[in-house]
Every structure is written in C-alpha cells, then in structure tokens.
C-alpha cells in the first residue's frame, strides 16, 4: 500500500506539473489606427507648411528666418544687446498677441511674466523666447504642432490651429544658483 501511495504521489507531481502556456490574445491589434494617425498628422503638416510659405511668399519684402524648431519669425525691432538669452529658470516679462494665419486676432496685447521651463506656455513660444532679447520685437509663425496642437486651448484656440504671435520681450531677470 505505501507503494502505492508513492507510485501516485510521484505520478501526480509529474503529470500535473507542466509550464504554463502562453494564452492567445481575444482580439490583435494591427497598428492600422496608428499609420492612419501617422499619415493624418502627415497630411495636416504639409498643408499647414504651404500656408505658411504662402504666407512668407506674399511678403517678400520681411526677411524670414526658419527656426531649428520647425517655425518661421522675423524681427520687427532688433535691440543692440545681442548678449542676454534666457536659460532654464529664468524670469522673463514679455508682450505678446496671437492671431491667426488669416490675420484674426485671437488674444490681443497680454503682458506676461513667465519662468522659463518652470511653467506652462506652449511649445513654440517658450522657444521663441530662447531666441530672444530684451527689447528685440519678433514676429512668430508657428504650425500648429508647435502651437496648441490637436488639444486646442480650451478657450478660443481650436485644434491645430497654426499661430502668428507679435511678441515684445520687456525684461529677463536671470536666476541666481
């Protein structure tokens, strides 16, 4: 009889004692939704690009500088200190008015104080403001990728809407370590 039991205790160990098995997933995913995104995105990009050299076009007269960053700007007023940029944690008092690339005002002449990189501003404005100094005047043409994208503001800016902002740059007040 102890036989026995030991003949199923071991039998029960080895039969019953397997790896698991990989289960197959109820439903696969191809990817289609995120090449359609993609090929969306593509689209909207390069029709938002020849607006905007249609834009540029229509003035040939502004000398038009294109940013690493993917949007265009020209300075209305230049200062002569081309030695101060603000840096992370810096403090910058800035004008500006956002339009857009129809020439419709959205937000006009709002004085704004903002520490670089500490606080929220959208994309291409907090990189704008790294090109700037104080006193320079810089008119910014931003796609709508480097403005407030698909989201919108939530108040009067839609999805993907491409920008023009007239920005004056007033003061920077760099960070102390």
């Not at 540029?56 to 209305?76: E, L, M």
């Not at 403090?91 to 339009?99: A, C, D, E, R």
Request: glycine share 6%; charged share 25%.
């Amino acid at each position: 009889m102890r036989n026995l039991l030991l003949l199923f205790a071991i039998s029960f160990v080895c039969f019953n004692c397997k790896s698991p098995e990989a289960r197959i997933p109820e439903s696969a995913h191809s990817g289609s939704f995120l090449k359609e995104s993609a090929a969306r995105n593509k689209k909207l990009n390069e029709e938002e690009q020849q607006r905007i050299k249609a834009i540029i076009k229509t003035n040939p007269d502004i000398d038009y500088i294109a940013s690493k960053s993917g949007f265009w700007y020209y300075y209305t007023v230049k200062s002569d200190n081309q030695s101060v940029f603000a840096g992370f944690g810096d403090v910058v008092n800035f004008k500006y008015n956002i339009s857009d690339l129809n020439g419709t005002e959205i937000y006009s002449s709002t004085q704004r104080t903002y520490i670089m990189d500490k606080q929220e501003l959208f994309t291409g404005l907090r990189e704008g403001l790294k090109l700037m100094n104080p006193g320079d005047q810089i008119t910014f043409i931003f796609p709508s990728q480097k403005a407030y994208g698909y989201y919108g503001d939530d108040k009067k800016i839609g999805t993907n809407v491409p920008l023009i902002c007239d920005v004056t740059l007033n003061t920077i007040t760099q960070e102390n370590d």
